[in-house]
């Protein structure tokens, strides 16, 4: 370190402060226009969606944005998934969150709440031909969509004997019932009304229209000091006209009157910590996560069978002699190694019968059939290159030997080069197997309870992320060191020198 002396690392050091200072956006004035980080989830039109051009629009956005001008701060709008709202706030990685996040006792001992900003509530929604589903008791042994996480869930929850299926969005939920996969859909009245009224989903109708009152209101981490800013740019904009005038733009309608205060103030009792109340947690969780991890591995299960099966034949198409079928091949292996798994899962799932829909059949699709059509044919893709890699690896000449033994070329594949292709196979096939147990939980997102998805729904129920999601990973690796300790033990058994 010749030539570095005391002051350039006086110098390196007050750059890589500054840096460090200006990339975690630290302000020199903090109280003159102020940026806050507001969370939402851009999929709850007309609160909160994304525009044509990808900007986010909304009642909520505007809404912010007027409270924003009307008590002097800056928005910066971050688009977290609704279940991971919570923990961002809890974690602080976010000032504040809009959302259409119902007020509710539980959030408000986790959180803080502003006061009400908009009065929602509850509504079931059916296909237009049901006419057994008439109000919610009647939803009793019915398979019921919901979005993860949300007051609605909560509701469906409740129902017995109800199969209840949770997506990521609420625009998804009501797809899978549009699709005719469940047969209702518990979500917010005025984004189903919407939904419905738009003409973006067709053939749904609401049955019961607010099964709740509930009130929405702005959340920050518990005891923020933004709290009263908001509080304050939102009673601005309550009294001087702007509020009904945004709620004219998006509702067509006079806003009724809210309340002046959140109903759930000062909660307090959730956020114990300590080791052992999260040791308690992860124990509690583990039931829950179990079922999951075994769904987890009747997935993998199946779609890897299945992924050998097509795939072995895709390799040795690939090894053809005429070129249009090698080409089949080829192209197979193109498109689902070069397509992202989670696309492939969505066209499936939710493209396969919306096009059926369209050339009039109905057809619909159980998730644990797309989910694992969806996974084998991208694990065939990958084990089709296993196999003609390991095909290819065996010298010519023995296929050659074999021939002028007499052996047909079938037999040859079948008794002299595949033994001994399989044996090499098995590393590369046990990295497939790891890769595709670890992707199952791609399927979450088409309401599969997954091991992952069973963490999700901890988590969107006691907001302790940290110590679920490290439970859930324990568990994944445990399911992943069992299966390389069981590819290791094939590949010793198959080699017969190791073996004698
Ligand atoms: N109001 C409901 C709740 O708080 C649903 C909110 C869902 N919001 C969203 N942006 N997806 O649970």
Redesign the pocket.
Known sequence: MAGFGFVGWLRLFVVVGWSFLLLTGCSVNPSVGKTLRVA?????PP??FLGSEGKSQGFSIDLMNAIAQAANFKVDFQSVP?DGIIPALQAKTVDAAI????I?EE?AKTVSFSRPYFK?G?AIAVRTDNQEITNFDSLKNKRIAV?I??????KAQGIPGAQIRSFD??PIALQELANGNVDAVI??AP?TLYAISTGNLKGLKVVEQLLTE?Y?GIATPKNSVNLALINDGLNRVLSNGTYSQIYQKWFKADPPNLPAKSPFENQSGAGESGIFTSVGIILRSFPALLQGALVTLQLTVLSVVLGLVGGSLIGIIRLSRTKSVRWVARAYVDFFRGTPLLVQIFMIYFGLPAIAQELGFTFSFNPLAAGVLALSLNSAAYIAEIVRAGIQSIEPGQAEASQSLGLSSVQTMRYVIFPQAFRRMIPPLGNEFISLLKDTSLVAIIGFQELFRKGQLIVADNYRAFEIYAAVAVVYLCLTLLSSQAFSRLEAWMNPVKRS
């Open positions: 939402n989830e851009p999929a709850f609160f909160e609704f959302s259409s996040m119902t509710t959030r929602a509850l979005q996480g949300t007051t609605g869930a909560k969005s609420a979500n917010d984004v509930e929405y």
